[in-house]
T-cell receptor
């Protein structure tokens, strides 16, 4: 149980284009989903928290217009990196928890984004 | 915002117990201690969590000191596949549902 998937697993795009990453909870309903990014040899950095049906809350320093998050259902959240630039290249990881964040977070396998 | 301190790396012989320490001296009464691990280029994997009491599951044991200022994750019989970065995270309090990752401990299990 508690499986979280991400799609795509890796993506290469040109600078200036937008990229959408999907995060799905496969066997539970995720009231809360989280998005992280991880640069090489660094730890995970929390970007934002999204609750189903409401606007995401972003961590300090994360541009909400740059990283659009939608959590339209209890099993799906999407992260769209708009007008991507090479510095947005990173490993993006989502996690999900089954109630209002009071439960354990289960992580997806991650999406590696390379912006050329 | 990470509120934990872990050694950057540790070595362990295959088949032996791996004891990974974590210091969380500023932990408050309603904050949980969580442990995750991340194998290279994968998402973090949940291991175990606890509040006050020691906990054990099929993967590991978690020993929390009485004052709750530190904890130890124990992998009873480490295998080569346990080589990973292990993260100790304190969750709760004001940011009740958020995880802030520290730098973790790279555990190297050697044959």
């Amino acid at each position: 149980g508690a499986v979280v998937s991400q799609h795509p697993s890796r993506v290469i795009c040109k600078s200036g284009t937008s990229v959408k990453i999907e995060c799905r909870s496969l066997d539970f309903q995720a009231t809360t989903m989280f998005w992280y990014r991880q640069f090489p040899k660094q730890s995970l950095m929390l970007m934002a928290t999204s609750n189903e049906g409401s606007k995401a809350t972003y961590e300090q320093g994360v541009e909400k217009d740059k990283f659009l998050i939608n959590h339209a259902s209890l099993t799906l959240s999407t992260l769209t990196v708009t007008s991507a630039h090479p510095e947005d290249s990173s490993f993006y990881i989502c996690s999900a928890s089954s109630s209002s964040g009071q439960e354990t977070q289960y992580f997806g396998p991650g999406t590696r984004l390379l912006v050329l | 915002d990470a509120k934990t301190t872990q050694p950057p790396s540790m070595d362990c012989a295959e088949g032996r117990a791996a004891n990974l320490p974590c210091n969380h001296s500023t932990i408050s009464g309603n904050e949980y201690v969580y442990w995750y691990r991340q194998i290279h280029s994968q998402g973090p994997q949940y291991i175990i969590h606890g509040l006050k009491n020691n906990e054990t599951n099929e993967m590991a044991s978690l020993i929390i000191t009485e004052d709750r200022k530190s904890s130890t994750l124990i992998l009873p019989h480490a295998t080569l596949r346990d080589t990973a970065v292990y993260y100790c995270i304190v969750r709760g309090g004001y940011n009740f549902n958020k995880f802030y990752f520290g730098s973790g401990t790279k555990l190297n299990v050697k044959p």
